[in-house]
């Protein structure tokens, strides 16, 4: 019960409507009136109706798809046009109706696709499993059953956007360029919940103020992670029962955060562009940082003051992106630090909200909150006593390359190599599109630690591939854990 409450709450931060309270009431209270209806047996299905208001050059039609056996909503625009387009859209029950201004901007130059997926807007509410893989062979079946050519243009939105990337790994054959907004999902549960809880923190605010909110953090995000690491909901049939059968927002939201796309994201080899709103409170911009540094080649454009639908908010930025998108090839921006002119030793101490970067032969950060390290290289990096971001650091060693004492290290898109990649001693890590790479073990832990791993690479004698999943590990290696 706990579980389908946590999940009902999560596709109410994904869907991104209206008041917070009154969503959670409604979801709520839908559940509430699905358990009655199985229990009482009473369940009508509801015939499905076609949107009103539409404009006259759009072709709207109700079709009949193959992978959960239920009528979808379908609408095309831009018929006489060659190159098609497919609109992805994501959770909440708005459906295509967040694309209505894409596809009025399109539909001079290029045949649009849009839809409402099973389970959302117009379409039937089917049962099955909502997930980015079942999705994702139904637009395969779009695009090979109502396109105009072979391959097409995938935009992608929230959900849409990891529909859009598993399309693209799992039939990169249909997709020409893939665009992405705001992707949801993509981390692993645990990192995304945390990000939901958290207190955002202005970057002028006062040392005391940072120091004081950075140790609420720590508190909320340590419980959080205690809490995920008891749950192992793939491995449970009833839960996935219950979420299938639950409100179809419950259902996808609780698929998506599930999946991992750790291979996935490093073998898609298309132009892939991405666009992300700086102030989206639901996805966070971590997660598109990680999605283009992985997908080697894809460009991350940003939309100040934006939200998680930029579309809507945003459209003048965002048709702006749009359109140099589909008319250009990515470029790539991956900053990789240098080991040129290494400078002795870096060290912080009793510091609160500095931001390093550079290359450095030692780096040393000894009792701090909020330090960020950023663009950097070192041959060690010793962290103790404190809370540290990193992101898109190296540090390449000949003994070990991370030891980290009694500290949280929040980090994405970085490269720890060593005879030792990282050694822990009561700490907590939280990586995203990490590297670990260890001639001799990827990950010692010498005292109780946490880690929360979302689509990282780990390299070792013992172990070649990928992790995203939560581990408590009293003492040992880490490589002991991930066969």
């Not at 029950?93 to 201004?101: A, V």
């Not at 990192?191 to 953090?217: E, F, M, R």
């Not at 870096?346 to 609160?352: G, V, W, Y």
Request: aromatic share 8%.
């Amino acid at each position: 019960m706990r579980l389908l409450i946590l999940t009902t709450l999560l596709a109410i931060s994904f869907s991104g409507y209206g008041n917070w309270f009154d969503k959670a009431k409604e979801q709520y209270n839908n559940l509430e009136t699905q358990v009655k209806q199985k229990i009482s047996g009473n369940k009508k299905k509801e015939p499905l109706v076609l949107p009103k208001n539409i404009p006259t050059d759009w072709h709207v039609k109700v079709i009949k798809e193959p992978v959960f056996n239920s009528k979808m909503l379908l609408v095309e625009s831009g018929l006489k046009n060659s190159q098609t387009i497919i609109l992805v859209h994501g959770l909440g029950q708005n459906g295509h109706i967040d694309w209505i201004e894409t596809i009025e901007l399109l539909k001079h130059k290029y045949h649009v696709l849009s839809f409402d997926f099973p389970g959302f807007g117009y379409s039937e509410k089917p049962k099955g499993q909502f997930s980015p893989k079942n999705y994702a062979k139904l637009v395969q079946w779009l695009i090979k059953n109502f396109a105009h050519q072979f391959k097409v243009t995938v935009v992608g939105h929230s959900m849409g956007g990891a529909v859009a990337i598993r399309l693209t790994a799992d039939y990169p054959e249909v997709v020409d360029k893939l665009l992405l907004i705001d992707v949801a999902g993509i981390l692993q549960r645990t990192a995304y919940i945390k990000h939901v809880s958290s207190i955002p923190v202005s970057a002028n605010a006062p040392g005391i103020v940072k120091k004081t909110l950075n140790t609420i953090d720590d508190l909320s995000d340590s419980f959080v992670e205690l809490a995920n690491s008891k749950l192992d909901i793939s491995k449970d049939g009833h839960i996935w029962t219950a979420l299938s059968n639950s409100t179809p927002n419950v259902n996808a939201a609780m698929q998506f955060i599930e999946e991992n796309f750790s291979s996935a994201l490093r073998k898609i080899s298309h132009d892939v562009h991405i666009v992300w709103g700086v102030k989206d409170p639901v996805t966070p911009l971590r997660t598109g940082k990680m999605i283009a540094y992985l997908l080697k080649g894809a460009q991350l454009s940003l939309i100040e003051g934006a939200g998680h639908v930029p579309m809507k908010t945003h459209f003048t930025a965002y048709s702006k992106w749009l359109i140099q998108s589909l008319n250009k090839q990515s470029v790539g921006a991956n900053y990789q630090p240098k080991n040129s002119k290494l400078k002795n030793r870096l060290e912080c101490k009793n510091k609160t909200g500095i931001v390093y970067s550079g290359s450095y032969k030692t780096v040393v950060i000894d009792h701090c909150a909020a330090v960020t390290l950023k663009n950097l290289y070192t041959n060690q990096l010793i962290i103790r006593d404190s809370v540290v971001q990193t992101e898109n650091i190296i540090v390449k060693s000949n003994s070990t390359a991370l030891r980290a004492v009694d500290s949280v290290i929040l980090d994405t898109n970085s490269l720890f190599e060593g005879r030792i990649a990282v050694q822990l001693h009561g700490s907590r890590l939280d990586f995203a599109g990490t590297t670990l790479s260890g001639t001799t073990n990827a990950m010692r832990i010498t005292l109780k630690s946490r880690l929360v791993l979302s689509v990282c690479e780990i390299k070792s004698p013992s172990y070649n591939g990928f992790s995203h999943a939560t581990y408590t590990i009293k003492k040992g290696n880490l490589d002991d854990y991930l066969f």
